[in-house]
């Protein structure tokens, strides 16, 4: 059955679908724009989702026995050189302060892109023997890459994230820490924002820079476009390698530390916006909105019913993030904006319903309207969160589904690539050639991961025709 469409200001995402995830962002009053290129002013109730996310990993980490640091957010650009390949990665990204008050530098110094430098330097003057290990580090902050095309949440110049970064003894404990941090995500994606995921490791092409291994979390947005969730890498030891950093082991022996890193950010939002959001607006997935209940009173004016209102929203508050909107605005009004703004349940009551002990909820995912007791309201509203949640991840499961392919041969690749928006499963023969033919052919088709648990849809690459190595999922990105 069509849903009526409350909330005129929005562009249809089929119609326009960067135009609606920009109305979006900008009328549930997410973001304003910044007068600093590329910069985003995260609105309040856009801070509040963060702050959600950021508790709720936090609580996942320190679980784990990471504990967090802060480091400076200026790195020399001397100490910034001492890892080849990683300078080479970030250099074209990179934003450097030249002048101090009145003074030019004497070196420059770049605002962070990245910590791994930093960390390094720190764990070289604290990592001495076996005994220091591991380091278990993460840090919240803000980094800088100077992007040319920006898009609120997706592609700024700033943004917020965190950045995990440890040091292990063994090989086999800094991967088993990388795969560990990534499940972490993939959990809390699922879990927390309802979001399904394809989750693998990256080709050597596409892996971060001065890294062994990157392993990465993959979930499509509505589009069948990919967004990179989350990535975790294995360094081993070459950053150790670089700047000296040494442990004595239990036999006396000089030995080099195994690093890792892991680091997801204010993207993730986007994501949520992308996965889950329809033609009214936002739906928020109710473990990380900042309101998972709001409260509209009807014929608020007549006695008793703000009075009731009020009781219910104490009542509320002691499990729920609830708001009750007193307003004098019309309900219509009302309904319309939380709809736009994505809280997940909606509660109705007036004098009717106090009349009979009751109330109504609504669901912002299915518009089902229930009348329920008031005696039991708190395991009502609780039940219609858990099935809002479930909702919007079988959701987004079907479209992950229904829009991922499979290519066995270049024709039906590209022909998929054209006119079959979503994933795409295909071997391949390992060869950068191959990847690179396929980009330039599809108009930006590129790998995205391979993943752990890969399938044989082949013996042969599906761009070349040479015995196959790996099956990977492709597809565009943000």
């Known amino acids: 059955m069509a849903k009526e469409k409350m909330v005129e200001q929005i562009t249809s995402m089929d119609t326009d679908f960067a135009q609606w995830y920009t109305d979006v962002v900008k009328k549930a009053e997410l973001v304003d724009y910044s007068g600093v290129h590329g910069c985003m002013i995260i609105r309040p109730y856009g801070y509040a989702i963060w702050e959600n996310i950021q508790a709720d990993l936090d609580a996942r980490f320190k679980k784990l026995g990471h504990e967090n640091v802060y480091m400076p957010m200026f790195i020399p650009e001397s100490l910034l050189q001492k890892e080849k390949d990683h300078v080479n990665g970030f250099a074209p990204e990179c934003a450097w302060v030249t002048v101090g008050g009145e003074n030019k530098l004497s070196e420059r110094l770049a605002i962070r892109p990245t910590s791994e430098t930093l960390f390094c330097e720190h764990y070289r003057n604290i990592i001495h023997s076996y005994r220091d290990l591991p380091k278990l580090y993460n840090q919240w902050c803000s980094v ?33 820490e990388t795969r560990q941090m990534l499940q972490v995500y993939e959990d809390f994606y699922r879990e927390s924002l ?19 291994e990157t392993y990465t979390i993959e979930p499509m947005m509505h589009n069948g476009v990919a967004l990179q969730g989350g990535t975790s890498h294995y360094f081993g030891t070459g950053f150790c ?26 993207r993730m939002i986007g994501a949520i916006i992308m996965t889950h959001g329809d033609d009214n607006g936002l739906i928020l997935p109710p473990r990380v909105a900042p309101i998972q209940v709001v409260i509209i009173p009807a014929a608020q004016h007549k006695e008793g019913v703000l009075e009731a209102a009020g009781a219910l929203k104490d009542k509320l508050a002691e499990s729920f993030r609830v708001k009750l909107d007193d307003s004098d605005n019309s309900a219509g009004w009302k309904f319309s904006q ?15 319903d106090i009349a009979s002990n009751s109330c109504v909820l609504v669901s912002r995912v299915t518009r089902e309207k229930k009348i329920v007791s008031l005696d039991n309201i708190v395991e009502e509203v609780q039940a219609m969160l858990d099935q809002v949640h479930e909702e919007l991840y079988n959701r987004a499961l079907e479209n992950l589904k229904s829009k ?51 399938e044989k849809l082949s013996d042969v690459c599906a761009c070349c025709g040479k015995p196959a190595k790996h099956l990977v999922v492709w597809g565009r990105q943000y």
């Not at 700033?158 to 800094?174: D, I, N, R």
């Not at 000296?244 to 997801?264: A, L």
């Not at 939380?338 to 009717?352: D, F, Q, T």
């Not at 690539?417 to 052919?441: H, L, Q, S, Y």
Request: glycine share 6%.
């Open 144 to 176: 800088v890459r100077w992007e040319k095309t920006t898009r609120p949440f997706l592609r700024t110049s700033e943004f917020l994230w965190q950045e995990g970064h440890t040091m292990h003894e063994t090989e086999e404990e800094a991967l088993r």
């Open 194 to 212: 309802a979001i399904p995921a394809i989750v693998g490791r990256k080709t050597e092409k596409e892996k971060f820079a001065g890294a062994e």
């Open 241 to 266: 390698k670089a700047f000296d950093i040494t442990y004595t082991d239990k036999e006396n022996k000089v030995q080099y530390p195994h690093q890792t890193s892991w680091g997801v950010s204010t």
């Open 338 to 352: 939380y709809e736009m703004k994505g809280v997940p349940v909606r509660l109705e009551i007036g004098p009717r």
């Open 404 to 454: 991922t392919h499979e290519a066995k041969d270049f024709d039906e690749f590209t022909d998929i690539a054209t006119n079959r928006p979503g994933f795409i499963k295909a071997m391949w023969c390992g060869d950068v050639e191959c990847e690179d033919k396929i980009k330039d052919v599809t108009g930006g088709v590129k790998s995205r991961c391979i993943p752990f648990d890969e």
